[in-house]
Structure formats: structure tokens, C-alpha cells
């Protein structure tokens, strides 16, 4: 009897879900596409009624409320009118702007590059035939096991523009997409893929606040020997609600690097899911994020070791006060034959006050017997001794702060390669210390 019970409370819940999804889905359509396209939308919504959107009991979600993600329209978002220079400016890159999701021509850069080529997804989703018909969908539809992720399924089946990128060597200049948020209302999607062949290399920096409520999936497949750096930062729009989700699947002795700022937001959930099916590949995902009020800031990260020797890096730090949440779920799952893996996992804040919150639930699955992996959480204060130390130094209490404060992010920035790009990650960080002083 107790099965029984058991098993109609699941259908029940279910039900729920798929009623919440039923209000969602009546204010969009599918946009129209060519063959491949229409297939893997319908394939979508297929994986998307069965799970229904996500509730708040449900395992993954239980530190962060999904209403503002599930709910028909989009809250109101103030507009943030930026007083700071834009950032990646001084970078030389081939600059992809997206107007509350919508691709703006007039504000990108000529799309030709060396060694890339890139196509809208509104444009290739057009043909019957195209390379990214073995990518859009696939690996978001391989990322839903074990754990369901309606909201990028969801994006799949509904996304109306992005870019499918396809980099056949070393991409000169870094491809920049910059999100832009104009209506107060607005409710975006966009998909963007990547393809790197054996060998190719490329750097894809992002950037912008994109809507008052953004989804976003990103699919990234990288070939055998083949090198993928991300960069990206949201802020300072304080009332946008996101949801993005990253999907990759690595080669033979790849490399796979992705670090995120954020600063801001009234609800960000950052999904991360890797799959490592090559021998002697690398994963590298850091994150650092600072937020007050009712910032509510959530990375989760899987990554499954699926090949011999194979490396990974998830490296999260947050700094939370006046009532800021921030929540880390990450899982190293390393499959029987993966021997030689060397998996780490850190995810640490730094709480300024007694009201700020931090939720961890690190999780490691192993099946192979010859392996190092481990994880590590902590929450802490702000060190009196080392701010009496600077403090005897003639440093400001405030300045001292904002320095212990850098330094406790420091080790997610070094995880950025180009010492450019972490300079401008880390001039970007002091610039918004300095203006958070006293609010």
C-alpha cells in the first residue's frame, strides 16, 4: 500500500508540474524552421511535457524557487542605465549584439573571421540541411540524465535567435556577444552552438543583462586536441531573473575553460554540465559572484568523467551580505573505466553580515577504483586579524575590506588564461566594490 501511495503523490506532483508548464507555454509558439530544426523542437517539447516545469520540493531546486523562471510573463526589471566603459571594449573581437534577444545588425561587427564561421540560428534553422542539426538539442537532451532540466528543454523547443558558431582552426579575434536590455518586460531566449574541430581554438567572451527574464542555452562540442575558452559577466542590472545552462562534451586531450562574474540580479541560476568522453581531456569552471539584498545567485555544476585521465577544476567563491543567497550544487561523477581521473571541487563564501545565506550540497559518484577526487566547502567572515593588520597600515576600513574581499576571489580569476582578461575581470570586480561602498 505504501507503493501505492508512493506512487500516486509522484503522479500528482507531475501533474502539478505539467499544469504550471500548461500557463507557460500558452503565451509562446514555436518559431517555423526547416526540417532538422522543427525535429529537434518537437523533440523538445516531447522531454519538456514529461517533466513539466520544476517545483520547489524537487532535489535540485530546493534552495532556489523556480516561481520567477515558471510564472507566464516576466516581471518588471528596471532599465540600468551603465556609467562604466563597456566592457571587453578594448579587446579587438568580432562583436555579436542581441537587443532583448533579438540580433542587432546594425550593432555587430562584420561576422567573418579566420578560421570561424558564424551563422545566425534563425538563419540556419531555415535549411533542411546543416552541421548543427548533430548539435542543437543533442547534448541538452544528453545533459537531462540523471538529473531533469526543463528550463533549458524548454529553451530548446522555443529559442527564436543566437549564433552556431563552427571553428575550423585558431580563431584570430575572440567572438563577443554582447545582451542588451531595452524593455522592462521583455522575456528572451536565445541558443547559441559551438563547434570546434580537432585541433581549433577559440575564446567566446559574454556579457549584458539580455532581458527582465533571460533564458539562455549554450552547446559547446569540443574535438579531439581542440582548446575553448569562456568568459562572461552579468551585472548590474539588479531585477533581471536568469536561467542559463551551458552543455559540453569534450574530446581526446581537449581543453574546456569557463569562468563567470556576477554582481547583481534579483534570481540567477547558472546550470554547467560536462561530459568528458575523451582520454587526458580538461575541464576548468569557476564562478565569482557578489551580491546584497534580495540577490539570490545559484551555480550547478555535473561533470562526468567518461574517459581515462581526464582533469577537473570547479572552483566557485561568493561574497553575500544584507540578506543575499547564494547556493552551489556541484557533482564530479566519474564512470566505471575512467581510471587516472583527478576531479577537485571548491566552492567557498565569504559572509559579510549574520543575514547573508549559504546553501552547498557537493556531491561525489565514482565507480572506478583508481582515482583523486575530493571537494571542499567553507563559509566564513571577514578576518579581523588581517583587517587590523591593513587597518594599522593606514588603510581605510573600506578599502581594507574591498581588499581582503579581491583576494578571497582571486583564485576563481586566475582560472582565466589570458592575463588581459582576468586584468579586466578584476578591474571590472574593484570598480563595482567601489561604488557598492556604504549602500
Not at 48 to 61: S, V
Not at 253 to 264: H, R
Not at 370 to 392: N, P, Q
Not at 393 to 418: N, P, S
Request: hydrophobic share 40%; with cysteine.
Amino acid at each position: 500500500m505504501a507503493g501505492v501511495a508512493k506512487g500516486t503523490a509522484k503522479q500528482t506532483a507531475l501533474a502539478k508540474k505539467q499544469e504550471v508548464l500548461s500557463q507557460r507555454l500558452a503565451a509562446l509558439t514555436m518559431p517555423e524552421g526547416g526540417v532538422w530544426a522543427t525535429e529537434a523542437r518537437k523533440s523538445a517539447l516531447a522531454r519538456l511535457n514529461g517533466m513539466g516545469l520544476p517545483a520547489p520540493r524537487d532535489e535540485y531546486w530546493r534552495f532556489t524557487r523556480p516561481h520567477g523562471l515558471n510564472a507566464p510573463e516576466a516581471e518588471r526589471a528596471a532599465i540600468f542605465h551603465a556609467d562604466e566603459p563597456p566592457l571587453f571594449g578594448a579587446f579587438d573581437s568580432l562583436r555579436i549584439v542581441f537587443v532583448d534577444g533579438v540580433f542587432s545588425a546594425e550593432d555587430s561587427s562584420d561576422l567573418t573571421g579566420e578560421g570561424v564561421v558564424i551563422e545566425r540560428l534563425l538563419d540556419a534553422a531555415r535549411k533542411d540541411i546543416h552541421w548543427v542539426k548533430d548539435l542543437y538539442g543533442v547534448l541538452e537532451a544528453r545533459g537531462q540524465t540523471p538529473v531533469e532540466r526543463p528550463h533549458a528543454a524548454l529553451n530548446t523547443a522555443f529559442a527564436t535567435d543566437g549564433v552556431v558558431v563552427r571553428v575550423t582552426g585558431k580563431a584570430t579575434k575572440p567572438i563577443h556577444l554582447t545582451y542588451r536590455h531595452e524593455t522592462e518586460t521583455s522575456d528572451a531566449y536565445l541558443h547559441n552552438v559551438v563547434k570546434l574541430e580537432p585541433g581549433a581554438e577559440m575564446t567566446l567572451l559574454e556579457n549584458g543583462p539580455a532581458a527582465a527574464r533571460f533564458n539562455k542555452v549554450l552547446e559547446v562540442e569540443v574535438g579531439d586536441g581542440a582548446r575553448f575558452h569562456h568568459i562572461r559577466a552579468q551585472g548590474r542590472d539588479h531585477e533581471r531573473q536568469a536561467f542559463t545552462a551551458m552543455f559540453a562534451r569534450l574530446g581526446t586531450e581537449s581543453l574546456f575553460k569557463s569562468f563567470t562574474l556576477t554582481a547583481n540580479g534579483k534570481l540567477t541560476r547558472n546550470e554547467c554540465v560536462i561530459e568528458m568522453t575523451g582520454d587526458d581531456a580538461s575541464a576548468h569552471v569557476a564562478g565569482a559572484a557578489l551580491g546584497h539584498g534580495d540577490f539570490h545567485h545559484d551555480d550547478t555544476v555535473f561533470i562526468t568523467h567518461d574517459a581515462e585521465r581526464c582533469e577537473s577544476r570547479q572552483v566557485f567563491k561568493k561574497v553575500l551580505r544584507k540578506g543575499a543567497v547564494g547556493t552551489f550544487q556541484g557533482k564530479i561523477l566519474v564512470k566505471r573505466g575512467a581510471q587516472k581521473t583527478d576531479g577537485y571541487q571548491k566552492s567557498q563564501s565569504l559572509l559579510l553580515d549574520d543575514t547573508a545565506n549559504f546553501l552547498v550540497k557537493p556531491e561525489l559518484e565514482i565507480y572506478a577504483d583508481d582515482v583523486a577526487c575530493s571537494h571542499g566547502s567553507t563559509s566564513g567572515a571577514i578576518d579581523e586579524d588581517m583587517l587590523f593588520y591593513l587597518r594599522a597600515r593606514g588603510i581605510d576600513r573600506d578599502t581594507a575590506m574591498d581588499l581582503l574581499v579581491l583576494a578571497f576571489v582571486a583564485e576563481a580569476i586566475e582560472e582565466i588564461e589570458d592575463e588581459g582578461l582576468a586584468a579586466e575581470m578584476t578591474g571590472r570586480l574593484e570598480g563595482w566594490l567601489m561604488r557598492r561602498r556604504g549602500a
